[in-house]
């Protein structure tokens, strides 16, 4: 069985949710072609192909309509999944257009208008290269909540 990229990051996220019911987020900038999901290559029909636009549903019928009105050249860039009782519903999935090329190196995928490719061009800068998008995220995740400020407790800053 092959599952969408979005799809896929979400199944490996859902089963540590600790819960039978669970909201996952994937952000991560430069997911499937929507050719491949609404049958512009031949794949969407495959039995073992499962992708987020087999439901009937919203986002099936939102990415149909996109893909009558703009062609074929975009890329999942967020989505949004509901799993309860271990079945997976797409609730929200924003596209994004590609604007390079896919014959570049990683698909221009720092081109894209997502999240994930913000953090590949901040990666870029600061670690030198733009296959480190993680490690930029990761500096904007503080490990630990941040300690309070003197006004939340109580007490005055020192001068």
Same mark, same amino acid.
């Given at each position: 069985?092959e599952?969408?990229?979005?799809l896929?990051?979400?199944? =490996?996220?859902?089963?540590f949710?600790?819960?039978?019911?669970?909201?996952? %987020?994937?952000?991560?900038?430069?997911?499937e072609? %929507?050719?491949?999901?609404?049958?512009?290559d031949?794949?969407?029909?495959?039995?073992?192909?499962?992708?987020?636009?087999?439901?009937?549903?919203?986002?099936?019928?939102?990415?149909?309509?996109?893909?009558?009105?703009?062609?074929?050249?975009?890329?999942?860039?967020?989505?949004?999944y509901?799993?309860?009782?271990?079945?997976?519903?797409?609730v929200?999935?924003?596209?994004?257009?590609?604007?390079?090329?896919?014959?570049?190196?990683?698909?221009?995928?720092?081109?894209?208008?997502?999240?994930?490719a913000?953090?590949?061009?901040?990666s870029?800068?600061?670690?030198?290269?733009?296959?480190?998008?993680?490690?930029?995220?990761? %500096?904007? =995740?503080?490990?630990?909540?941040?300690?309070?400020?003197? =006004?939340?407790?109580?007490?005055?800053?020192?001068?």
């Amino acid at each position: 069985m092959e599952l969408s990229h979005h799809l896929a990051h979400a199944w =490996s996220a859902a089963p540590f949710s600790g819960s039978d019911e669970s909201l996952v %987020l994937v952000m991560d900038g430069m997911g499937e072609h %929507l050719r491949a999901m609404t049958g512009g290559d031949g794949a969407a029909d495959d039995p073992a192909y499962a992708h987020d636009l087999k439901a009937a549903g919203p986002v099936r019928d939102a990415a149909a309509a996109l893909a009558e009105r703009a062609g074929g050249g975009h890329r999942e860039a967020e989505s949004a999944y509901l799993f309860s009782g271990g079945k997976p519903t797409p609730v929200f999935k924003r596209w994004t257009a590609e604007v390079s090329p896919p014959e570049l190196a990683n698909h221009g995928f720092g081109d894209m208008d997502s999240l994930g490719a913000m953090y590949s061009r901040v990666s870029s800068h600061v670690f030198g290269g733009a296959c480190r998008p993680a490690r930029a995220a990761a %500096l904007a =995740s503080p490990a630990s909540p941040a300690p309070p400020l003197p =006004s939340q407790t109580g007490t005055r800053a020192a001068k």
